[in-house]
């Protein structure tokens, strides 16, 4: 049963940092790999996806990259601002299920 | 459109009632999902429609029935919760049989059960 897991659980920085939030998975079986944003008592947004065939993904302030073999994805959040401030869910799709793991999230406050 | 809708916002429900939470997607996605999710927890499959057939389900409570009248809408229909089903409620969906199956979520539905 593929297991996600998330490091830090919860990270505060000062505004203007880069960071880099940890995401892990047990089974490299995996058709793609998604980041997900999620305000308190909100639904999630997709922030970037990458397939199992990718390295990395780019967008704006945000680069995720993967390595399928080691089980690993990071999400790198250059100069961060309060409006960063959420909870930070990555999610595996496994190539049998086709549907996602999510890891249990790492909460960022940005101060400002 | 790139919206998945989910009503209500709120739900406060008794053990005893039947209610029912609504999603609509009009993006032509193939594939529609209902998710669990507790405080501070990640979200938890339940329910996967593909093609409006039952594709996934993730060992729920019969109290849980899920529906899927077309490709645009999603219900969960509810009857005899408990109070430890007090949770937040996510419809998604996504494209089926491409590659790129990025999945789109609703705003979810909060419900409490006294």
């Known amino acids: 049963k593929q297991e996600v897991t998330q490091i830090p659980a919860a990270l505060s920085v000062p505004e203007g940092e880069n960071l880099v939030l940890n995401c892990s998975f047990t089974d490299s079986a995996i058709y793609n790999l998604q980041w997900f944003r999620q305000d308190p008592g909100k639904g999630l947004t997709s922030l970037l996806l990458i397939q199992s065939s990718q390295r990395e993904q780019t967008s704006g302030r945000l680069n995720a990259s993967l390595d399928k073999s080691s089980g690993r994805s990071t999400l790198y959040i250059a100069a961060s601002q309060p409006g960063d401030s959420a909870t930070y869910l990555c999610a595996v799709g496994d190539t049998g299920r086709r549907a996602l793991t999510f890891g249990s999230g790492t909460r960022l406050q940005v101060q400002p | 459109d790139t919206e998945v809708t989910q009503t209500p916002k709120h739900l406060v429900m008794g053990m005893t009632n039947k209610k029912s939470l609504k999603c609509e997607q009009h993006m032509g996605h193939r594939a529609m999902y209902w998710y669990k999710q507790k405080a501070k927890k990640p979200p938890e499959l339940m329910f996967v429609y593909s093609y409006e057939k039952l594709s996934i389900n993730e060992s729920v409570p019969s109290r849980f029935s899920p529906e899927c009248p077309n490709s645009s809408l999603l219900n969960l229909h509810l009857h005899a919760l408990q109070p430890e089903d007090s949770a937040l409620y996510l419809c998604?969906?996504?494209?089926?049989?491409?590659?790129?199956?990025?999945?789109?979520f609703g705003s979810g539905t909060q419900l409490s059960v006294l």
């Open positions: 998604a969906s996504s494209n089926v049989g491409r590659s790129n199956e990025k999945l789109f």
